[in-house]
């Protein structure tokens, strides 16, 4: 599920990456030109109705395949491979220490033996992968193995709609390694490559808010909240008397009452950034940090107008919307006015399609 390996110098087999959240299936395929700089190919997002997926699981399977289908077409793409991920929630993942110098055969029974102390369920029921991360800081001669660990039906429920839309699953990941990947380009377009910097990285999504803090590419700390762009959808709701579509449909397209932005959208900007500004407090009182270098937003509803303000005003910290195909160059099959729009909803399957060059 898990892989840091560095990049390879020639250019891989093409690879898709598939984002499958509550709201919506998102898919990205990148490239690199001859100078080794990043391109992309191609982008492109169709909206799942409520109820589809809830808790990352798959309630109306059929409906989620054609919205896949349906994103495939839409991005024109003939990439059959792709770079799938299950939510954190879906996935245990634990970094044990093991002996150096063991071979791919007996890391895996090592592997095995080590995670019966830390997944719940029996070994036949899960999906196990691992991966080793390097040598271990604290321990000469052994190694950090990064285990990961899921429930087969949910594995197979990824995979399973990636078949049923004509594609062929290569890769499974966990949502908020995807993000990260991503992120870490950005980072290191920071000031001294974002070196020791402490980075808070919040993803909104539409029903819950994922907090992960990084230094270095580690994270220190990460956090669920129960609040998102769905919570606007329903103020609408209840504003104007529209149905939760046509809330929706209206939020995206701007075609909402004059009011709408001192009555609704201000009000719930200012709620978002006190979630965010506590969320940061929670990590305080239960972390030795007292501060962040910088605060990054990504999610459908991160580049919500005065979003950014209202959290430096609550936080007094540096905050910026993540566009994660910033400094890339776009192919011609790129929209960029839509895609700059749309970009830090694309996070995680940026991520994802950038597998296809570190596996």
Sequence with gaps: MVSLANLFSRQPAPLVGLDISSSSVKLVELGRNKAGEWVLERCATEQLERGWITDGNVEKFDEVAEAIRKVVKKSGTRTKNVAM???????ITKKIVLQGGLSDAELEIQVEGEANQYIPFSLDEVSLDFCVVGPSANSAGDVDVLIAASRKEKVQDRQGLAEAAGLKPIVLDVESYASRLATRRLVEQLPEEGKDAL???????????????????EVVYDRDQAFGGAQLTQLIVRQYGFSPEEAESKKRSGELPEDYESSVLKPFVENMAQEIARALQFFFTSTPHNRVD????????????????AV????????????????????????????????PSYLSACGLAMRRFLQ
């Design 85 to 91: 991920a299950l939510p954190a929630s879906a996935v």
């Design 199 to 217: 980075v808070a990285l919040f993803e909104v999504g539409a029903m819950t808010t994922s907090m992960q803090v990084m230094k270095n590419e």
């Design 294 to 309: 910088h605060v990054m937003l990504a999610g459908g509803s991160s580049s919500l107008p005065g979003l950014t303000e």
């Design 312 to 343: 430096t005003a609550q936080t007094s910290f540096d905050c910026q919307v993540l566009n994660p195909f910033d400094g890339m160059q776009l192919s011609s099959n790129i929209k960029e006015n839509k895609m700059r729009r749309e970009a």
